[in-house]
């Protein structure tokens, strides 16, 4: 069994870094491709961000490659989603999910689990 919980989030300031950081409590958590996910109010979930089981193999939404890093430690069951340069337009809640497809996937029905979230707000 799977269980995510996600944490560090907050609110900082356009251009501000935060670390947000996903934990597996489970024991199978080397076994998935880790993804991240955000929902801003109105809108559907976007992806974010995917890591291979391996961490060999990263995928960004295009629009935020060059600002986000996503990393994972299997050894710490914890996934990684450092957010650099913020902008007000990345507030929403960020989700990370596990998927059984060994290279990750970029579309929300393809992860099998997920966190509750955490609120990322970024002011002007």
């Known amino acids: 069994q799977v269980q995510l919980v996600e944490s560090g989030g907050g609110l900082v300031q356009a251009g501000g870094s935060l670390r947000l950081s996903c934990a597996d409590s489970?024991?199978?958590?080397?076994?998935?491709?880790m993804g991240w996910f955000r929902q801003a109010p109105g809108k559907e979930r976007e992806f974010v961000a995917l890591?291979?089981?391996?961490?060999?193999?990263?995928n960004y939404a295009d629009s935020l490659k060059g600002r986000f890093t996503i990393s994972r430690d299997n050894a710490k069951n914890t996934v990684y989603l450092q957010m650099n340069s913020l902008k007000p337009e990345d507030t929403a809640v960020y989700y990370c999910a596990a998927s059984g497809l060994p290279l990750g996937a970029t579309r929300p029905y393809e992860y099998n689990y997920w966190g509750q979230g955490t609120q990322v707000t970024v002011s002007s």
């Open positions: 890591i291979s089981v391996s961490g060999a193999r990263t």
């Open positions: 489970g024991r199978t958590f080397s076994s998935y491709a």
